[in-house]
Nanobody, 125 residues
Framework: EVQLVESGGGLVQAGGSLRLSCATSGFSFNDYAIGWSRQAPGKERERVSYISARDGRTYYADSVKGRFTISSDNAKNTVYLHMNSLKPEDTAVYYC??????????????????WGQGTQVTVSS
């Protein structure tokens, strides 16, 4: 059974930083891309970032590019999302996702196929 368990969310002031973690199990970590999506109240889910299983390349939504960094620790089967310069508009529930990649590879073409339970990130102004 695929399991994706997020942690690290919380309340932070604008301009601050948080690191989200996604501990994975139930599948071969090196065979799947892992990503992050988010959903703010009243808004559609947004693909935020993912790290490719093919070549380790990382992809980001324009809204977070330059502020967020995704990384993985293959020994721990864990993916991280380092979030810097947080803005109130980053407030959302963040979900770790197991991702299927499709060419042309990128944040808009990947498809999440399994989801964690989510972790709340709240950025105060």
């Amino acid at each position: 059974e695929v399991q994706l368990v997020e942690s690290g969310g919380g309340l932070v002031q604008a301009g601050g930083s948080l690191r989200l973690s996604c501990a994975t199990s139930g599948f071969s970590f090196n065979d799947y891309a892992i990503g992050w999506s988010r959903q703010a109240p009243g808004k559609e889910r947004e693909r935020v970032s993912y790290i490719s299983a093919r070549d380790g390349r990382t992809y980001y939504a324009d809204s977070v590019k330059g502020r967020f960094t995704i990384s993985s620790d293959n020994a721990k089967n864990t993916v991280y999302l380092h979030m810097n310069s947080l803005k109130p508009e980053d407030t959302a529930v963040y979900y770790c996702t197991q991702v299927v990649e499709f060419p042309p590879y990128g944040i808009t073409t990947m498809k999440p196929m399994a989801w964690g339970q989510g972790t709340q990130v709240t950025v105060s102004s």
